[in-house]
């Protein structure tokens, strides 16, 4: 007894209870620190590809030409979803070029109309990797409407 220490915890001061009773928990806080710290790491070095949320959304973009080349500025676009007839629509910008971003997978039938042009169309399946649709318009048939109206009267001379 005389030349022993006792050792006391000093969660336990004033509870008269020593180290080793089940009150103390001084080798748990290690244990602790160093499974959050292997938690941290694993979760770093996991790829970022799989922290991803699960989605059914893709886009269907494309460029729109006529028969030579030339880009189709101002054109009209729409994506119709044939499961639920949903339409979109998009006017190409003076590159020609459209984009439906965040559609539903499915499949898409796109009509592209412009002046001077007659449509087109095309039939797509959007996955997840996304669809890209170049169409071509081509010239459509000079059609002209003359419209006149007068009505007789007297020319005085």
């Given amino acids: 007894m005389f030349g022993t220490k006792r050792y006391i915890c000093p969660a336990a001061v004033g509870q008269r209870s020593k180290c080793a009773t089940q009150s103390c928990n001084r080798t748990a806080r290690p244990r602790r620190f160093v499974l959050c710290l292997l938690v941290c790491e694993l979760a770093w070095l996991m790829p970022l590809n799989l922290l991803h949320a699960q989605t059914n959304l893709a886009s269907i973009s494309g460029l729109i030409t006529d028969s030579s080349g030339a880009l189709v500025s101002n054109s009209k676009v729409t994506a119709l979803n044939k499961a639920t007839s949903a339409t979109r629509t998009e006017t190409t910008g003076a590159n020609g070029l459209y984009s439906f971003p965040s559609l539903p997978l499915g499949t898409y039938t796109i009509t592209v109309s412009a002046s001077g042009f007659q449509s087109s169309t095309t039939t797509v399946d959007l996955t997840l990797s996304g669809v890209t649709a ?24």
């Fill in 134 to 157: 170049n169409l071509v318009l081509t010239v459509g048939k000079a059609s002209e409407t003359v419209t006149v109206s007068g009505a007789s009267g007297t020319v005085a001379l």
